[in-house]
């Protein structure tokens, strides 16, 4: 292992507080990660990481040798790839909503791994705050208005969204024509990750933006769950309009309030901007990029 991939051991052990999970992220033997780290510490003298029975942590050696190989690779790697021929390689790690992976990104995949047959991706699906470094994610996709952030953002697109309810509920409480005629209706409560608080619904009204929340019968964290229990009769739910376009063929959903739709939901990737943008994430941020542009259902 050359001085520069023993670099990028360290960086990874460093973030992910784990020789083991450094491996894994690497693909390589534990010993080889191991060797890599005895290798620099013996070139440079001190000691690099702590290691205790529950995780490692960087000495202040360690810190500030950990800043400077963070900016050493992503140079190094930018001036590989200025060179005709060269391409981007290595793991991106990226958390992002299953929902939205397996509309959005999976379909295109293979047109990616034929331009990068080198990049390997891993996805994450958390439906929580995630700490980039820490949990080593090289990137978020993220749906929603941005809370405050340390966190570089650049947004993908507008996510079309709609107010939609099951007939059964509809025949119980009635069709509203507006949204004054939701005083007696209920709603699925859907849990925002960042503070556990029930999402209102959102209305569009001659320029200006309403917002309500209903009673909810139940309260949910996942996508998934959400749209069932729409589908059950169990309330409203206002969601992309992509997560239902089976189920509206199909006749399981309608859409009410077509005349005062939600906002559009936008979408961002995250990255860290203690870092400079490596050449796999970036051209891997502007696939998915094009991914969301090309679905007709979006409108960025």
């Avoid at 239902?244 to 939901?265: C, F, I, K």
Wanted: net charge neutral; proline share 6%; hydrophobic share 40%.
């Amino acid at each position: 292992m050359d001085r520069f991939d023993a670099m990028r051991v360290f960086i990874r052990i460093v973030e992910r507080r784990s020789f083991s999970r450094a491996a894994d992220d690497l693909g390589v033997p534990r010993s080889s990660v191991t060797d890599a780290v005895k290798g620099l510490e013996a070139r440079l003298g001190v000691r690099l990481l702590q290691r205790t029975t529950r995780q490692v942590s960087p000495t202040l050696d360690g810190e500030a040798y950990y800043q400077r190989c963070v900016s050493l690779i992503a140079d190094l790697e930018d001036a590989e790839g200025v060179f005709i021929g060269a391409k981007p390689f290595g793991l991106v790690r990226v958390d992002v909503h299953g929902t939205q992976a397996r509309h959005f990104l999976l379909p295109g995949l293979p047109r990616f791994r034929a331009m990068y047959p080198d990049i390997r991706l891993h996805f994450g699906e958390a439906h929580q705050p995630v700490d980039l470094i820490r949990e080593g994610f090289d990137c978020l996709l993220r749906t929603g208005e941005l809370t405050d952030s340390n966190l570089i953002a650049r947004r993908l697109a507008m996510l079309d969204r709609g107010t939609f309810a099951s007939p059964d509920y509809l025949q119980r409480f009635g069709t509203p024509s507006s949204p004054d005629d939701l005083d007696r209706h209920e709603m699925i409560g859907l849990l925002a990750s960042d503070t556990s608080e029930v999402i209102p619904l959102t209305f569009q009204v001659e320029g200006s933006i309403r917002r309500l929340t209903l009673p909810a019968m139940i309260t949910v964290t996942g996508p998934e769950t959400n749209v069932a229990a729409a589908c059950l009769g169990l309330g409203l739910i206002q969601v992309p309009r992509y997560r239902v376009v089976s189920e509206l063929a199909s006749g399981v959903l309608v859409e009410v309030l077509a005349n005062t739709p939600p906002t559009p939901l936008p979408v961002h990737a995250l990255y860290s901007h203690k870092r400079q943008l490596s050449p796999r994430v970036r051209v891997f941020i502007d696939w998915v990029a094009e991914q969301y542009r090309d679905s007709a259902r979006i409108a960025v």
